[in-house]
């Protein structure tokens, strides 16, 4: 009996900490594509859900599927600065560009964040706007930047703040910006993993014990949605490699029932099998290489990619 109990007991806890979304994202997923005020898209959140839980990943969910990215504006945006005479000058202006995100249904990453900002205000969440710096080309790689070029959210959950990149759930394109591919990965993501593809500007957003600093973040690889699911974890975030005949990369843990490859190029369809070494506790990608392959090495974990490395 006492058996029994603690497999019920196990099994229960277990259950706790896991979230299936489900039946949050597939009543999100009967709402309107367009909602003509904060007020009216919260309204529907507050009538349907209760938890401070659901209302998040409820208005998370809804944004990321039903908010374009503004490709054509992003320069512009990321050029453009303005100067505010007070913080409720400013707070207007936030707020009136989060309307304006909820009504077009098109936003850059601070439309998006403001967006998630005030409609969780507006459900009694406490949601702040992180500025930083993310990388997204191996031209990020070993180039420190001095501007902030991303904005994600924070969000108080569970007496703690959680971390939310909306913009990136998104899973949008250049060549396909009307097109949604929704990732979550980027929903209440561990700091410890956000980190290395995004970096506030205040250091405190990190929400870590031991900080990030600059040349740390802008020296180690790209890292894309992929990675958190791959059962790859890199021994050294570093994303500069200087091969010889072969490219040696060392992982403290892999997935063995996962398929790994390489491609050097911009073809996707170029992938080839990576072979990985046993050493002690850790795994070593052995990739062959020479000097026509390029600068350019990502790793695919069953054909989503993974990391981005730049070879010198």
Known sequence: MRTILLVIFLFSTWFSFTQDYTKIDSI???YPNKFESIEIFTNKIKSDFKTDLEKIRATYYWISNNVRYDYKSANNQRNSSMSFSSEERLSQYQKNYAEKAIRRRLAVCEGYSQLLKFSLERLNIKCV???????????????????????WNAVFLDNKWQLIDATWSTGSRPDRPNEFSFRDVYFLINPKQL???????NDKWQLLDIIINQSAFFYAPIIHAGYYNSGLELTKMQGLIK???NILIEFDTINEENQYY???????????PITFV??????????PYNKTKGEKLVIFSDYKACLSFKII
């Open 28 to 30: 999100v997923s009967t």
């Open 129 to 151: 706007v992180i500025s930083g710096y993310a990388k997204t080309t191996i031209r990020d790689i070993g180039w420190i930047s001095k501007d902030t070029n991303h904005a």
């Open 195 to 201: 980190i290395w593809s995004h970096r506030p500007e």
């Open 243 to 245: 091969p010889k005949e």
């Open 262 to 272: 390489y491609q050097f190029s911009e073809d996707s369809l170029n992938l080839e």
């Open 278 to 287: 046993k050493k002690g506790e850790k795994y070593i990608a052995q990739i």
